[in-house]
């Protein structure tokens, strides 16, 4: 089957960084996996895409050295199944508050015995190649959010959970979910202090740590405390901010 770049880069001993896109667009979702990211999350709790727009764009994605992962909006095993039957080569599921719920979540993306998925993987046999069957459970990277206090309280028997390959922070959600406000890195000292401990807890489980960053600072921080998996936060984010300061740049050029 395909490799799986974000399995290559962690076999490595490396880092794998993600591109993150909040839009429904395939060009888009090219253009992020020709710059360099191990893979290519398509959003799509928050972000724009529908299920039509994800199948475009996760085939944009194979045509790219990047491998195309998504989160889902929920923990949906009709949704699961179908995006990966679409060639998702990775899930992050949000808000996962428990073990049950992360057993479910793995329970829904593999094959049997260990799983319930349907067999019909009309794309993701296209993209992963003819042993999709037999390599799909070991290539298929699931992550399981953190972002409640609940999932926080559960961290550690979640880590337990056979078949995930780790855990993905939510600093936003996890901010509010502790009564704190969401702002860019470093978090207040409860959420922080929170943040190291799912680090920890992950690591001590054999697991990977994933984080969602707000911006290329953060990404550093997060990448020099030991993060496996790091997004630098999203598409919409860096366009916006480079393109103010293009235009800034180029109205101060401006003769008066
Ligand atoms: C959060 O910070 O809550 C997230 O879900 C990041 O994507
Ligand atoms: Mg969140």
Request: negative net charge.
């Amino acid at each position: 089957m395909r490799p799986n770049k974000v399995i290559e880069a962690w076999q490595a001993g490396e880092t794998a960084f993600a591109a993150w896109t909040n839009t429904e667009s395939s060009y888009i979702a090219e253009v992020l996996g020709h710059t360099g990211a191990d893979a290519v999350v398509i959003d799509m709790q928050h972000g724009m895409a529908d299920m039509h727009s994800a199948l475009s764009m996760l085939q944009a994605i194979s045509a790219t050295p990047a491998s195309p992962f998504v989160r889902v909006p929920g923990l949906d095993p009709r949704l699961i199944m179908k995006l990966l039957d679409y060639g998702s080569y990775g899930l992050i599921c949000p808000l996962v508050d428990n073990a049950e719920q992360a057993e479910a979540f793995v329970v829904a993306s593999s094959y049997p015995p260990r799983g319930g998925r349907s067999y019909g993987p009309v794309r993701g046999l296209l993209y992963g190649g003819p042993d999709y069957l037999d390599a799909a459970d070991r290539t298929i990277v699931r992550l399981a959010m953190i972002e409640t206090r609940a999932g926080l309280d559960n961290m550690e028997a979640i880590c337990q959970v056979d078949g995930l390959e780790g855990i993905f922070i939510g600093p936003s959600d996890l901010s509010l979910s502790l009564g704190s406000k969401p702002r860019p890195e470093p978090a207040e000292d409860q959420v922080e202090e929170a943040i190291a401990r799912c680090l920890d807890a992950a690591h001590k489980a054999g697991k990977k740590a994933g984080i969602f960053c707000f911006g290329v600072e953060g990404a550093q921080r997060r990448t020099a405390q030991g993060f496996d998996f790091v997004v630098p936060h999203s598409d919409s984010f860096h366009m916006a901010k480079a393109y103010r300061a293009a235009l800034e740049a180029a109205r101060a050029s401006k003769k008066n």
